[in-house]
């Protein structure tokens, strides 16, 4: 049901008002222009009758501050007037206001012309929202979005810019035609929406480019994750659409930009990203890099992208075809085991954990006789998993283990000894070991 807001400094004319409104329309009632601002800081009805003649603040001067307001300036008002003045009339409506209605008020006029206004304000919403999306995958059009970046809502005056970039699309519609490439193009969008918040802005630039702000203060350590999750999202959907039907996959490639360090409107963040953007694909493409213009920090691309979090992980379990590129790995034989294990857990209620293994190198010092970290991990591992557990590598340095009818808190205890055993056996403190672990396979209560 429609909400109005009427706002009379007269007992008789609210109390009348609402009483042919009431069946309709939810009604609030406001005696002067401070208490209906007031009203308006709480909620955003759907029109606004506002009388023209009150004390203190007349309806001119509200209706200044509803307009001032970007929460309240598109709200339709309805101006209510006694006297039949064509100054004020042509006042009002060079303010904004949709009519005037003269009191007192024919309940049937005065019904028709609200329905009007309001049906008249869809249709202008409607239109507007089928102007700023795109019509394929319905996400915000290039126009829309630079409206957003360039013209900001309050607190949204910080961010960052993702430019993203699906790799090898050209071979889609070559291979499949367009039809198959809009299917890749709507999979695509739908996995952004999945990854991101209510307040973050999702845009098809164009093609096969989209991209993303994220409003707000946040450490790159955290938006690096919401890249990467986007890419193993993406990834996995795309190549899952096209099955076996093809001998190349799709990948997924990000420049980020920060607002408003790397630029304060779209034109300056979109060139920084796109930069960005540039340099993962002149370096192996699939991945992501943020935009600067320190030297020395070439190296932050592979270091980050030759790794994968939990999310990728399952994703890469779970896909149905072979798997190429930077995160190929020999571990068919796990990836039976993790099948079985989550098959039996849908008819058992069981705890398994899966846990990813990272090590973080903080000063590479070659040695002569220097063991690999991974095979340092390898019998950290080795010598602490229980009987039942499996584990394989996943990479130069990551490893990945099922632990077998185990809670969080047993695997964090598993997970413990293996980082001390770790610890112990690489010696000099140049060696971390972080982790990731999740349950899986649990049957839902």
């Known amino acids: 049901m429609k909400h109005i807001l009427i706002v009379d400094d007269v007992t008789t004319n609210l109390k009348c008002a609402a009483e042919v409104l009431k069946d309709t329309y939810d009604v609030t009632t406001a005696k002067s222009g401070k208490a209906a601002l007031q009203i308006l800081r709480e909620i955003q009805p759907d029109l606004i009758m506002l009388d023209v003649n009150m004390p203190e603040m007349n309806g001119f001067e509200v209706m200044e501050r509803i307009k001032e307001d970007p929460v309240t ?10 006297e039949a003045d064509k100054e004020n009339e042509v006042t009002g409506l060079k303010m904004g206001a949709m009519d005037f209605i003269k009191k007192p008020f024919e309940p049937d006029i005065m019904r028709s012309r609200i329905e009007k206004i309001l049906q008249m304000t869809e249709q202008t ?26 013209q900001p809502e309050e607190g949204k005056e910080n961010g960052f810019f993702l430019l993203l970039d699906l790799d090898n699309f050209k071979q889609v519609n070559d291979t499949f035609g367009h039809v198959i490439g809009d299917q890749v193009l709507i999979k695509f969008a739908r996995v952004m929406e999945e990854e991101a918040s209510p307040e973050d802005a999702i845009c098809r630039i164009g093609g096969d480019e989209f991209a993303i702000f994220i409003p707000g203060t946040y450490e790159k350590s955290k938006i690096k994750s919401i890249a990467r999750r986007m890419i193993a999202g993406i990834e996995f959907e795309v190549n899952d659409l096209l099955l076996d039907t093809c001998d190349f996959k799709l990948s997924v490639s990000i420049g980020i930009a920060e607002k408003p360090e790397d630029g304060s409107h779209f034109a300056e963040l979109y060139a920084a990203a796109d930069k960005a953007l540039y340099y993962v694909k002149q370096n192996g493409k699939r991945g992501c890099y943020f935009y600067h213009t320190e030297e020395g920090k070439e190296k932050e691309l592979d270091e980050d992208n030759n790794l ?46 899966l846990v990813l293994f990272t090590i973080q190198e903080q000063e590479h010092i070659e040695g002569e006789n220097e063991k690999p970290p991974i095979e340092i991990l390898e019998e950290a591992v080795s010598k602490s998993l229980r009987r039942g557990d499996v584990a394989t590598r996943c990479g130069n340095t990551q490893y990945v283990a099922i632990l077998m009818n185990a809670s969080e808190e047993n695997g964090t205890l598993v997970v413990k000894r293996i980082q001390k055993k770790f610890s112990e056996l690489s010696g000099d403190g140049r060696l971390t070991l972080g982790y990731e672990m999740v349950s899986v396979g649990k049957k839902e209560e």
């Open 73 to 82: 300036r598109d709200i339709p008002v309805i101006f209510l007037t006694a």
């Open 308 to 353: 994968i979090d939990l999310l990728q992980l399952q994703r890469l379990i779970q896909e149905k075809s072979e798997q190429s590129g930077a995160y190929r790995v020999e571990y068919d034989g796990f990836k039976r085991i993790y099948h079985f294990v989550s098959r039996c857990m849908e008819r058992k209620s069981q705890d398994v954990q």
């Open 125 to 150: 919403k409607e239109l507007q929202n089928i102007a700023g999306r795109d019509s394929l995958t319905n996400l915000l059009n290039r126009r829309c979005f630079e409206k957003i970046l360039d």
